[in-house]
């Protein structure tokens, strides 16, 4: 398994920009394939952005496609999500995770077995 945490989560306002980080300790990180997920009050966590394992690949939730981007850097162990135009409906705590299976590019929560712990991320109107 992988250890994961996040960092970066502030209170901003709509149209604001924000990135995040995820650091990742223990296994070998280049094996995994990296996935922001989001949770708001009330709600189911649901997938936002992933990427394959050497960072060559992205994809996105229709709901954030144009507006957040992910990339990682292997050597440095991170992944990021950088969040640009932001909406209140993006208020939420944001997770990454890692599906250590190969080639999979999943979207679904129980693809993905090592979770960070967390970080808020609230966009006031």
């Known amino acids: 398994q992988v250890q994961l945490v996040e960092s970066g989560g502030a209170l901003v306002q709509a149209g604001d920009s924000l990135g995040l980080s995820c650091a990742a300790s223990?296994?070998?990180?280049?094996?995994?394939?990296m996935a922001w997920f989001r949770q708001a009050p009330g709600k189911e966590r649901e997938f936002v952005a992933g990427?394959?394992?050497?960072?060559?690949?992205?994809y996105y939730a229709d709901s954030v496609k144009g507006r957040f981007t992910i990339s990682r850097e292997n050597a440095k162990n991170t992944v990021y999500l950088q969040m640009i135009s932001l909406k209140p409906e993006d208020t939420a705590v944001y997770y990454c995770a890692a599906d250590g299976s190969f080639g999979r590019l999943s979207r679904a929560t129980t693809d993905f077995a090592s979770w960070g712990p967390g970080t808020q991320v609230t966009v006031s109107s």
């Open positions: 223990g296994r070998t990180f280049s094996g995994y394939t």
């Open positions: 990427i394959s394992r050497s960072g060559k690949s992205t």
